[in-house]
């Protein structure tokens, strides 16, 4: 299990092995975390990889579109900040910056370098 601050902005990408799974997000320390599981690589996995994976935070009552998008959870950062935490399927445009299947591409070219 490995740990993974997120900041409190609208998107963000992260570089995660590619068979990493996220469990749990929660308030450490005033810090937005996301704990990912990651299992052990299988021989037949060689080699280890890294994928960029986005993930959309979003705040009570803020209006985005869910579609494409997988909850992970949800934490209480201060007195009245509750940050919920999304993935960003592959293959879904993100309507929050209308990114497209193409710049999907790009930004997977750009970080399997």
């Known amino acids: 299990m490995f740990k993974y601050v997120l900041q409190p902005a609208r ?15 929660e308030n450490q320390n005033d810090q937005l975390c ?6 052990v ?3 037949t996995r060689k080699p280890y990889f890294t994928t960029a994976r986005i993930f959309v935070v979003v705040t009570t009552g803020d209006q ?5 998008k997988k909850y992970i959870g949800s934490a209480e950062l201060g007195k009245w900040f509750v ?7 592959e293959g879904f445009p993100d309507p929050i910056d209308n990114r497209v ?7 997977k070219a750009e970080t399997q370098q």
């Open 83 to 89: 940050a919920h935490v999304y993935e960003q399927l």
């Open 41 to 43: 690589e299988p021989v």
């Open 64 to 68: 985005f579109h869910a579609e494409g």
């Open 101 to 107: 299947p193409e710049d999907w591409a790009q930004i």
């Open 11 to 25: 998107r963000q990408m992260i570089q995660l092995p590619g068979h990493a799974i996220p469990r749990y997000v």
């Open 34 to 39: 996301m704990w990912v599981e990651v299992p």
